[in-house]
């Protein structure tokens, strides 16, 4: 695929990137959620003259965001730490005070669902919001904490913090910027979004949430979780910057890994002992149906920077991605293209693979009719 349609095709990725994410009502609404019941908690009783830190985790703390299909909802994860020694505590009983704290309130107490590790908060057709409760793992200067695991009865480690400053970290290889450290406060904003760029790999990880949510449609109990997916990326982005090349490094540095017997180990690179992918050894048809979905994805993505011409690349990524918004991206692309075009003024924005004019800052100019036909 020579350059233009490349470039073409970079840019296509990441305005369905931008069109998956949260929008900015929705982020709003979440971020006004999230605070209330970070306050409602934090005010309890029960946890009176304790240090209590809420702070986000998953998709909103790293921004991989992705657009649910028809029926299905955006989850906002959160955590709810309190400073106390975990040692000869029963772990449930951490569980049942958050419940109990939560059905104080007269809002939230029709919507509380008791999970395995979380009490999720039902918001009808919008989103649920699952509140992770945890306390510190010890008293050094690391971020690891223990949750509670009704099911197995004990505590389990975890590291959200932690995680998101690794993946965060990984997501900037491309520009070689690493992550400003920013003092803690006791119920931590959530990371802005930038509204129309965002990091290779951040783009990529939500490529590859869509196409699983796309293919595991009829099926959504055999998917692979998302956490396992982003540490995979994480884990083997090598800081290409296109979200193209990212994709591909990825997908094939993951089969690479698939060993011939047993599983791949997925950890929390940031706790060796969480061991995010165990549910596999309970269930190894889920971990077959997520090296399938893999291998099928590579297949896809191999063939697509195969074909020559941007209309058979965008009826291959309808499928992958979805009509409507390869649809939407596509008008907008041209839109753009065309205008930009009859003033000779086309350009990459920077490392982003976003078209802009080539006046704006930091644009490279691209040759007039680089992207016509084959």
Not at 250 to 265: A, M, S, T
Not at 311 to 335: H, P, R, T, V, W
Not at 345 to 367: D, H, I, M
Request: proline share 5%; with cysteine.
């Amino acid at each position: 695929m020579f350059n233009g349609l490349s470039n073409q095709l970079d840019d296509l990725l990441q305005r369905v990137g931008y069109k998956l994410q949260i929008s900015k009502t929705q982020r709003e609404l979440a971020e006004q959620r999230y605070k209330a019941v970070g306050t409602w908690l934090s005010n309890g009783e029960e946890f009176k003259g304790k240090k209590v830190e809420i702070y986000p985790q998953g998709s909103l703390s790293i921004s991989t965001t992705v657009k649910p299909l028809l029926k299905q909802e955006y989850d906002l994860d959160l955590v709810c730490e309190i400073d106390e020694n975990w040692h000869n505590k029963n772990p449930i009983q951490l569980l049942d005070s958050i419940e109990k704290r939560l059905k104080e309130h007269d809002t939230y107490k029709a919507m509380v669902e008791r999970k395995n590790r979380c009490i999720r908060l039902n918001y009808a057709n919008e989103f649920h919001m699952d509140i992770l409760p945890a306390h510190p793992t010890d008293k050094g200067f690391n971020t690891n904490v223990k949750v509670p695991d009704r099911k197995a009865k004990d505590w389990k480690d975890s590291n959200p913090k932690g995680y998101a400053a690794w993946f965060n970290e990984r997501s900037n290889l491309y520009s070689g910027v690493l992550l400003e450290k920013k003092a803690a406060a006791s119920i931590q904003p959530l990371p802005m979004d930038d509204p129309t760029r965002k990091p290779p790999l951040k783009r990529a990880v939500q490529l590859i949430k869509r196409y699983r949510d796309i293919y595991f449609e009829k099926n959504p109990d055999s998917a692979p979780i998302s956490i396992v997916l982003t540490t995979l990326a994480g884990k083997y982005y090598d800081g290409q910057v296109s979200v193209n090349e990212a994709l591909s490094v990825i997908l094939n540095k993951i089969i690479v890994n698939i060993p011939k017997e047993g599983r791949i180990i997925v950890l929390n690179p940031t706790n060796a002992k969480e061991d995010l992918s165990e549910r596999w050894d309970e269930n190894p048809d889920l971990y077959q149906s997520f090296v399938d979905f893999i291998l099928d994805f590579n297949k896809r993505w191999d063939e697509l920077n195969k074909i020559q011409g941007i209309d058979q690349i965008a009826k291959e990524l309808k499928i992958m991605f979805g009509e409507n918004i390869i649809n939407e991206s596509l008008k907008e692309q041209a839109e753009l293209m065309e205008k930009a075009r009859k003033s000779s003024n086309l350009g990459v924005l920077g490392t982003s693979g976003l078209l802009v004019a080539a006046t704006k800052e930091q644009a490279v100019p691209v040759r007039k009719n680089t992207f016509y036909g084959e």
